[in-house]
C-alpha cells in the first residue's frame, strides 16, 4: 500500500508539471519533470505485487531487479542534474557538468544490466534480492554497483545543498529548503548504510536481513517524504506566508467590519467569490471597511479622539497603538451616533474634523484589535454616549 500511495502522489505530481514542457525549454524545468516520473516508477516497479508481475510477464526471474537499480540510479543523477541547475551560475559550465554527471551514471547503467546478464539469479527474490544474492558472482557486484552509485549521488547531494546553504543569506525559505535537503540526503545515506551492513553481515556468515527488508523499506518512504518537501519548501513556502497572512488578518479585520456594517449595512457586496481564494476576499472587506470609513465621515467627534488620546497616553501607548486606539474610539463612537440617528456634525459635502484618509492594512488590523480589546476605546464611547445626553435626554444605563 505504501509503495501505490508514494507511486501515486509522485506520478500525479508529474502529470500536474508535465504540460508545461510544452511552453519552456528550461534544463531545471526538465529535470524537475524527469525526477517526478523516474521516481513514481521507481516505487511503482519496487512494490513487491509489480515486481512479481514484470517477472511473470517477462518470463525472467528477477527481470525487475536491473530495472528498479536502473531507475534509482537514474534518478540519482537527475537529482544532482537539478541541484546544478537550480543552483544557477554560468550556463554553459552547468550543463557541461550536468552532461558529465548523467554520461557517468548513464555508463552506470549500463554496466549494472550486464551484471545482471552475466550473473545467475534463477531464484526470484521480490524483497531480500540484495542479501539473498550478496555473495553471487556478478549479481553482487550488480548490487554494489546501483548502492555506492545512489550513495556517492546522496554525498554530493548532501554537499552541494551544505556549500550553498553557506552562501544563501535570502530568501529565507530557499534556505530552509535546502536544510531539510540535508536531511533528506543524509537519510538517503542511512538508507544504503542498512543495506550495505545487511549485505556485510551475509559476507561474515550472519543474517542481518532485517536491515534490508525492514529498516531500509521503512527509510525509502520517509526518504522520499523529506527529500520532496526539502525541493517544493522554497517554492510553497512563501505562499503559505502570505495565505497564513491573509487568513489572520481576515478574522483580526472582523471587529471593526462587524462594527462598520451595523452602523451601514450598504457596505457589504453581494458578490460572489471563490470560497479558497482568501486573498480577494481579504480585498473585499479591506474596500467595505473603507467605504464604512467614509460612510461615517459626516459623524466622526474630534473631542472623542481627544479623549481617547489622553487616555492612552496615560496607559502608556505610543505612535501607531496611540493613533490605532483613537481611530477605533472615533469610529465607535460615530457609528453609536449614526445608529441613534443623531445629527450629523459635518453637513453634505462639509469637512469633517479628524483624518478619515484610507488606511493601510496594518493600519487597519491595528484599529479592530483596539476595537474589540482595548478600555480606552470603551471609555471613548462612554463619554460621546454622554455628550449626546442632553439631546436625546438622559442617558440610559
Not at 553471487?136 to 549521488?153: G, K, N, V
Not at 554525498?155 to 533528506?184: F, H, N, S, T
Not at 476576499?281 to 488620546?309: K, N, Q, T, W, Y
Request: hydrophobic fraction near 50%; proline fraction near 6%; glycine fraction near 8%.
Amino acid at each position: 500500500m505504501v509503495h501505490w500511495l508514494l507511486s501515486g502522489a509522485v506520478l500525479i505530481a508529474f502529470c500536474v508539471k508535465a504540460p508545461g514542457l510544452r511552453h519552456t525549454r528550461s534544463p531545471l524545468y526538465a529535470s524537475v519533470c524527469g525526477v517526478l516520473l523516474l521516481s513514481g516508477l521507481l516505487y511503482g516497479c519496487s512494490n513487491p505485487d509489480v515486481v512479481g508481475f514484470l517477472n511473470d510477464a517477462t518470463g525472467v526471474p528477477n527481470f525487475a531487479a536491473p530495472l528498479v537499480y536502473g531507475l534509482l540510479t537514474a534518478v540519482s543523477a537527475l537529482v544532482l542534474t537539478l541541484l546544478i541547475y537550480w543552483r544557477g551560475g554560468p550556463r554553459d559550465q552547468a550543463r557541461r557538468t550536468a552532461q558529465w554527471w548523467l554520461a557517468i551514471y548513464g555508463l552506470i547503467i549500463l554496466a549494472e544490466i550486464i551484471m545482471f546478464i552475466l550473473g545467475d539469479a534463477s531464484v526470484e527474490r521480490r524483497v531480500d534480492l540484495d542479501t539473498y544474492y550478496a555473495r553471487t558472482p556478478f549479481i553482487r557486484e550488480m548490487i554494489l554497483l546501483y548502492l555506492l552509485a545512489h550513495t556517492s549521488a546522496a554525498i554530493m547531494a548532501a554537499g552541494l545543498c551544505w556549500r550553498w546553504v553557506a552562501e544563501v543569506k535570502d530568501p529565507p525559505w530557499l534556505r530552509r529548503g535546502l536544510r531539510v535537503l540535508i536531511c533528506g540526503f543524509l537519510l538517503n545515506l542511512c538508507l544504503d548504510a542498512s543495506k550495505l551492513t545487511a549485505i556485510g553481515a551475509r559476507w561474515a556468515g550472519t543474517d542481518w536481513d532485517f536491515l534490508n527488508t525492514k529498516v531500509a523499506v521503512a527509510l525509502e518512504g520517509l526518504c522520499l517524504i523529506v527529500t520532496s518537501t526539502g525541493f517544493v519548501l522554497p517554492l510553497i513556502g512563501p505562499r503559505g506566508k502570505d495565505f497564513y497572512t491573509a487568513v489572520t488578518a481576515y478574522r483580526a479585520l472582523h471587529p471593526l467590519w462587524r462594527t462598520l456594517h451595523r452602523a451601514t449595512p450598504a457596505i457589504a457586496r453581494d458578490l460572489p467569490l471563490p470560497w479558497w481564494n482568501i486573498e480577494l476576499h481579504l480585498m473585499r472587506r479591506i474596500a467595505e471597511i473603507h467605504d464604512g470609513r467614509l460612510a461615517l465621515r459626516p459623524f466622526r467627534d474630534p473631542r472623542v479622539a481627544a479623549v481617547a488620546s489622553a487616555r492612552a497616553q496615560t496607559a502608556g501607548l505610543t505612535g501607531d497603538d496611540t493613533a490605532a486606539v483613537m481611530e477605533a474610539a472615533v469610529l465607535v463612537a460615530a457609528a453609536h451616533s449614526k445608529a441613534a440617528r443623531t445629527q450629523p456634525r459635518v453637513p453634505a459635502g462639509g469637512t469633517p474634523d479628524g483624518d478619515d484618509s484610507p488606511l493601510r492594512r496594518e493600519a487597519l488590523v491595528r484599529v479592530s484589535r483596539m476595537l474589540r480589546r482595548s478600555p480606552i476605546v470603551d471609555a471613548a464611547h462612554d463619554y460621546a454616549r454622554k455628550q449626546e445626553a442632553p439631546a436625546h435626554g438622559p442617558a440610559t444605563h
